[in-house]
């Protein structure tokens, strides 16, 4: 994004109305003088709650309030996920949905556009009061087609419609792929990237077979509705395992292979009920991979990833490298389940 772009009196289109656009679309609406925004699928779009807090409250009090704000608001959303994860009551959710838009759009034929067609979490959900006022200015053309050509001077509609533009911004979303698993090598050469061959398999979300050592934070299957809470929770589970190294005298851990099967089993069984399986939801996202794969979220509440992190470190599920002794094991041999291994280096 050029640090000094400047929207006003440009005409501007907007690709995309995922959670990127729908944040800002209203500040460039205000400024730009035309605006296009071209949509390929509907959000869900849910009123945002937004609570003041007075300039002259005292700081411990509005701190409190704030704390109590921040744990109604985990309690709702650990609901709104085990709701999600058996596809249990969503209508009542799009119904709120609905009302948000009904109240927001007066005219029929834009709502009906703007409503999806797909259950409620099957696409991230996205929460906004300013985006439907935004669609609706005058100086806004909403084109529910999609993007099919962009010509020299013009976007071309998928419903044949042109609009000359200057500018283009893209609000197309990414595909959940993590860059960095390109640099991680693990016992035999091959990155986690390689390894991974477009659909990544964990044990716990936090290590993969055959990268002894390589603790991953944010990585597959570790989303919940909070980074924070996320980290801080896979955090306390690698740090269970470094304690537990030190006392066993350890130098490497690699997770066993058909512990991260039976895991990676539980995890997609997790989801076959789930909005987030296309399949039940009705929807492919970023959550999935083309075969549908839930490689993204963590299959539960975020109380039963607390759960599983804050559990006794299971060394059990993991091939132990000992520091070196008297003996060496030849690395090529795979040990079977309970054995230890006393080497010098891991490679």
């Not at 979490?121 to 993007?147: E, H, M, W």
């Not at 955090?235 to 690699?254: K, L, T």
């Not at 996202?285 to 075969?291: A, I, L, M, N, P």
Request: hydrophobic letters at 40%; proline letters at 6%; aromatic letters at 8%.
């Amino acid at each position: 994004w050029p640090e000094d772009f400047v929207p006003q009196g440009r005409r501007i289109a907007v690709i995309g109305t995922g959670a990127s656009a729908i944040q800002f679309i209203p500040h460039i609406q205000k400024k730009a003088d035309r605006l296009v925004v071209m949509q390929r699928t509907p959000p869900w779009v849910v009123a945002k709650a937004e609570q003041d807090f007075p300039a002259n409250e005292e700081p411990r009090r509005a701190l409190g309030r704030q704390r109590r704000l921040r744990w109604a608001w985990m309690a709702g959303l650990d609901v709104f996920v085990a709701l999600t994860m058996r596809n249990i009551g969503m209508s009542l959710v799009e119904k709120g949905a609905r009302s948000h838009l009904q109240k927001s759009v007066a005219d029929p034929q834009l709502r009906a556009l703007l409503t999806p067609q797909y259950r409620i979490g099957c696409k991230r959900p996205l929460q906004s009061n300013d985006f439907y006022p935004a669609i609706t200015a005058n100086n806004v053309d909403y084109v529910a087609s999609g993007l099919a050509e962009i010509r020299e001077r013009t976007v071309v509609a998928a419903d044949g419609r042109e609009f000359e533009v200057d500018t283009i911004i893209w609000g197309t979303g990414f595909t959940n792929s993590q860059g960095a698993f390109d640099l991680v090598r693990g016992r035999d050469g091959r990155s986690m990237t390689e390894v991974f061959a477009g659909t990544p398999r964990t044990y716990r979300a936090t290590m993969t077979a055959g990268f002894p050592n390589a603790f991953i934070v944010m990585g597959p299957n570790a989303g919940t509705y909070s980074v924070p809470l996320s980290v801080e929770m896979q955090s306390r589970y690698i740090r269970s395992a470094i304690e537990a190294m030190r006392r066993q005298d350890v130098e490497a851990i690699e997770v066993r292979p058909e512990a991260q099967d039976q895991w990676t089993r539980f995890k997609d069984a997790q989801f076959e009920k789930s909005v987030w399986n296309p399949a039940v939801g009705g929807c492919t996202s970023y959550y999935t991979t083309r075969e549908g794969i839930n490689v993204s979220v963590w299959p539960g509440t975020v109380k039963q990833m607390h759960k599983a992190m804050s559990a006794p470190f299971d060394m059990e599920s993991y091939v132990v490298t000992r520091k070196a002794t008297t003996s060496q094991v030849d690395a090529s041999r795979a040990p079977s389940r309970g054995q230890t291994v006393n080497k010098e280096t891991v490679q």
